[in-house]
Every structure is written in structure tokens, then in C-alpha cells.
């Protein structure tokens, strides 16, 4: 099992450009999870997913969208690029919103110039 | 909104050294409360949850958890260069528009040095 995996690993974008990251568990969870980490800030919440067909904002959405495709899949979307979302991104999965333990991806980083 | 505040560090130990992390929270209802160890350039992974009051130990780790003074602690014993990271406390949601969501504290990094 590959757990939950990124893509991609690295990215420079300019100013204004967009692009989606994409997040894929393979551990059957129902519940997904995008945070952003920047250095010396911990971990926020971006967005999460409870359940297929579901998604809630959390503590820092703006400029973001994403889209729960299937139970695999969770993308992340970057419409319009700035500076202010450089960072670490890390996508995370649990069986349940209530389960114990949740599962990181291995990141992305990504670079707005 | 609930804060997560944990002792800025960095933290440095000498090998076999007892490292203590301290984390307060501000949401007095919070009940579920975790420890993430973070590799530098790695992804977190979850080493400890609590939600008693009291201890939990797990090998050469001890959480502890203090509800009434809002306070979570982790103690590693016998400290490693292994253990050598940043340290992540976290505090969940565990009602209404907040279930499920984790809330981190900024990290503490631990050096242990041999």
C-alpha cells in the first residue's frame, strides 16, 4: 500500500498562474484533509473532506478550492498564485473525522514568484 | 478559534536525557489532544494521543495531560539522536463545525546530541 501520496512533489509558479495539486489514498478512509505549513506557523487546516461528495472550509480557504473526485481522490486548486501561498502543502487522510490517527502525505512545495 | 501555544524551543539534550515539551490550549471543552513527531523535510506522523487526565506512556514517551490547567506534555526518556526533530501538539475538534479538525501549536524542535 502506498498510503496517501502527492503530486507533485515541487512546483514554481509566477504570480497569477494556477494549478491543482492532487492528493490519492489508498487506505479506503472517508475522510481527507489539505493543510498548508509555513516555516515557524505549525500546520493550518485549508480545506477538508468528511465524506465522498463533501467539503468544508477550514481555517484558511481563501484563494483556494478544491474537489473531492472519487473516495481516492482530493485535489487542491490554485486559481490565481501569490507570493502569500508558498509553502509546504500536505494532504492528509483518517477513516472517520472522529478516528485517532490521521495519515500525511509526503508534501509539496510549492513556490509562487 | 482555538490556540495551540507550545515552548518555542529550539530544545537541545544530551543523549540519555529526559527532553520535556509543553503545549497549552485555550479551548477549555478541547478533549482529544496528540503529539506528531516531524523529520526535517518529512511529512508528520502521529506518536502519542491523549484525552484522560493524567499519563500515558508508550515505550520511552509520556503524554500528559492536565485539563484543568490546559496543559498537554510530552516527556521522552532516554533520549536518541533519533529523536531529533520537531514536535507537533495538537488539539481536535470534537464537536459541531469543529469535529475532526486539528489544531497545531507551531512545533518544538528537539536536538539530541550524542
Known amino acids: 500500500n502506498a498510503g496517501v501520496t502527492q503530486t507533485p512533489k515541487f512546483q514554481v509558479l509566477k504570480t497569477g498562474q494556477s494549478m491543482t495539486l492532487q492528493c490519492a489514498q489508498d487506505m479506503n478512509h472517508n475522510s481527507m484533509y489539505w493543510y498548508r505549513q509555513d516555516p515557524g506557523m505549525g500546520l493550518r487546516l485549508i480545506y477538508y473532506s468528511a465524506s465522498e461528495g463533501t467539503t468544508d472550509k477550514g481555517e484558511v480557504p481563501n484563494g483556494y478550492n478544491v474537489s473531492r473526485l472519487n473516495k481516492r481522490e482530493f485535489s487542491l486548486r490554485l486559481e490565481s498564485a501569490a507570493p502569500s501561498q508558498t509553502s509546504v502543502y500536505f494532504c492528509?487522510?483518517?477513516?472517520?473525522?472522529?478516528?485517532?490517527?490521521?495519515?500525511f502525505g509526503p508534501g509539496t512545495r510549492l513556490t509562487v514568484l | 478559534q482555538k490556540e495551540v501555544e507550545q515552548n518555542s524551543g529550539p530544545l537541545s539534550v544530551p543523549e540519555g536525557a529526559i527532553a520535556s515539551l509543553n503545549c497549552t490550549y485555550s479551548d477549555r471543552g478541547s478533549q482529544s489532544f496528540f503529539w506528531y513527531r516531524q523529520y526535517s523535510g518529512k511529512s508528520p506522523e502521529l506518536i502519542m494521543f491523549i484525552y484522560s487526565n493524567g499519563d500515558k506512556e508508550d515505550g520511552r514517551f509520556t503524554a500528559q495531560l492536565n485539563k484543568a490547567s490546559q496543559y498537554v506534555s510530552l516527556l521522552i526518556r532516554d533520549s536518541q539522536p533519533s529523536d531529533s526533530a520537531t514536535y507537533l501538539c495538537a488539539v481536535r475538534g470534537d464537536r459541531g463545525s469543529t469535529l475532526g479538525r486539528l489544531y497545531f501549536g507551531r512545533g518544538t524542535q528537539l536536538t539530541v546530541w550524542p
Open positions: 492528509a487522510s483518517s477513516e472517520a473525522l472522529r478516528s485517532i490517527e490521521q495519515f
